[in-house]
């Protein structure tokens, strides 16, 4: 663990404990072991630090999801009780987290907390909406987002049980639990029944997926950028290289969805070249295809 992540654990533990108002940077200095003026060497405010606490959660959590939904070898059955059993273990190693957000604490510290947290809400949605339409097909297509919806309702009270009520739960046995509930919520379904979320509110939600999608080629873009800049300060940029960057920089500014593998083909080839900032390339484009 690097120190940018050891003062997010610590201020995490200290904003479920404490609440996040009542948590001065001293404190959370204090808990890392180092001196307060140190920590602004990483972090500009406390409103940051609280930011990169969910992105830093979510971002780990989305990636060990997306590296379930390579697995060819697993059912979409399969991968959806895996990726939920992940989720599950995650919040309960990071039970401050869930103390946080269940405690309605993250939305009252600025605005870009609130759009954060309706940003991963929406993804959240999104990804159950999909993985329900995978699992069981067309018949449920008109009330995915519905079946979404209770899913997220479910499994967030029993989080709740496990992080703000401390009750031991049998976490192996969660995932497999809930997915048959959602098996005669489905059953139940009819096609005379008319479904509660309808597809303008859907809309709203791929929209805001779309938005953050074009978050994140921004920021590749801009690495890419940066990349440039630096080689050209370092005495230049060899033609190859500079090709394979502006191929690159056009997947991800001209083409509807960048593909996958010419984008891991180009990547391999600047790790060889060990071009500057290559790790922190290779980290935005891993969010870009994360589910």
């Given at each position: 663990m690097n120190r940018k992540e050891e003062i997010i654990q610590a201020a995490m533990k200290l904003f479920a404990q404490k609440g996040?108002?009542?948590?001065?940077?001293?404190?959370?200095?204090?808990?890392?072991?180092?001196?307060?003026?140190?920590?602004?060497?990483?972090?500009?405010?406390?409103?940051?630090?609280?930011?990169?606490?969910?992105?830093?959660?979510?971002?780990?959590l989305f990636q060990k999801i997306s590296d379930i939904a390579r697995d060819e070898t697993l059912s979409a059955r399969e991968k959806f009780e895996k990726q939920l059993l992940i989720q599950i273990e995650e919040f309960y190693r990071h039970k401050e987290l869930v103390q946080m957000h269940m405690g309605e604490q993250a939305v009252k510290v600025n605005d870009e907390i609130r759009q954060l947290v309706f940003l991963i809400r929406a993804k959240m949605l999104n990804w159950y909406r999909q993985a329900i339409e995978e699992i069981y097909g067309e018949k449920v297509r008109n009330f995915s987002l519905d079946c979404a919806t209770m899913l997220n309702g479910m499994l967030k009270e029993y989080l709740f049980y496990i992080a703000i009520d401390g009750k031991e739960l049998h976490l192996s046995k969660t995932a497999p639990f809930l997915l048959r509930r959602m098996d005669a919520i489905v059953a139940s379904m009819s096609e005379r029944e008319e479904p509660l979320l309808t597809i303008e509110v859907m809309h709203d939600y791929l929209c805001v997926e779309q938005t953050n999608?074009?978050?994140?080629?921004?920021?590749?873009?801009?690495?890419?950028?940066?990349?440039?800049?630096?080689?050209?300060?370092?005495?230049?940029?060899?033609?190859?290289?500079?090709?394979?960057?502006?191929?690159l920089k056009q997947e991800f500014s001209e083409a509807d969805e960048a593909r996958k593998f010419i984008v891991e083909a180009l990547l391999l080839y600047l790790e060889r070249r060990q071009v500057p900032l290559w790790e922190e390339l290779k980290t935005a484009i891993d969010h870009y295809f994360a589910p």
């Open positions: 996040y108002h009542a948590t001065s940077m001293q404190e959370i200095a204090e808990q890392c072991g180092m001196a307060k003026g140190s920590i602004y060497n990483y972090f500009k405010s406390k409103e940051e630090i609280a930011v990169s606490i969910f992105r830093y959660h979510y971002d780990v999608k074009q978050r994140k080629r921004q920021q590749i873009i801009d690495c890419i950028h940066q990349m440039i800049e630096t080689l050209q300060r370092n005495g230049g940029v060899e033609e190859d290289v500079g090709r394979s960057l502006e191929t």
